[in-house]
């Protein structure tokens, strides 16, 4: 098992710019998450999905889009990148979120500028 | 999900047991807590959970007080690749999403 995959480890994109972080878990787990990770702060949740064709929103969904088509990949898109998005972006897949905990990516580094 | 309070930083020498406290005092009865740790740069990793009884597996034991208001997760014998910031968490059993706080900065001495 490769576990949770996300890629690109980095990316510097323009203002106004936007892009896709891709996610990819192969332990077959319905629930997964994105995060983001800003410097000297803990992680906060940006959306979820509980299974294929279910999301919703965690603290800061402003400006990101998800969606989840299988039950494999989880992209989180940036609309309309700003230098507030700079950050760590981190994604995370459970079986069973009461019993197991999530297993995390390795993240994305992205920066705006 | 209730509040979670942690110190910001504790140090433990190498070797010796590391005892990380957690305050949770508006806990309610269906919310488990869970810990995480995240080692510098890396996705968060996850250590241990419970409900009301203590708990043990091969990284660590979870303690939590009868009246479930606090908990510690100890680390028996630290080692120098246990320096991390370490998240713990109270969240109820329907819920799927987790919500960090800063955690505490552990930072293991040789």
């Known amino acids: 098992n490769a576990g949770v995959t996300q890629t690109p480890k980095f990316q510097v994109l323009k203002t106004g710019q936007s892009m896709t972080l891709q996610c990819a878990q192969d332990?077959?787990?319905?629930?997964m998450s994105w995060y983001r990770q800003d410097p000297g702060m803990g992680l906060r949740l940006i959306h979820y999905?509980?299974?294929?064709?279910?999301?919703d929103q965690g603290e800061v969904p402003n400006g990101y889009n998800v969606s989840r088509s299988t039950t494999e990949d989880f992209p989180l898109r940036l609309l309309s990148a700003a230098p507030s998005q700079t950050s760590v972006y981190f994604c995370?897949?459970?079986?069973?979120?009461?019993?197991?905990?999530?297993?995390f990516g390795s993240g994305t580094r992205l920066t705006v500028v | 999900d209730a509040k979670t309070t942690q110190p910001t930083s504790m140090d433990c020498a190498e070797g010796r047991a590391a005892n990380l406290p957690c305050n949770h005092s508006?806990?309610?009865?269906?919310?488990?807590v869970y810990w995480y740790r995240q080692i510098h740069s890396q996705g968060p990793q996850y250590i241990i959970h419970?409900?009301?009884n203590n708990e043990t597996n091969e990284m660590a034991s979870l303690i939590i007080t009868e009246d479930r208001k606090s908990s510690t997760l100890i680390l028996p014998h630290a080692t120098l690749r246990d320096t991390a910031v370490y998240y713990c968490?109270?969240?109820?059993?329907?819920?799927?999403?987790?919500?960090f706080g800063t955690g505490t900065s552990l930072t293991v001495i040789p």
């Open positions: 995370a897949s459970s079986r069973d979120t009461a019993n197991y905990g999530y297993t």
């Open positions: 332990m077959n787990h319905e629930y």
């Open positions: 999905s509980v299974g294929a064709g279910i999301t």
């Open positions: 508006t806990i309610s009865g269906n919310e488990y």
């Open positions: 419970g409900l009301k």
């Open positions: 968490i109270a969240r109820g059993n329907t819920g799927n999403q987790f919500y």
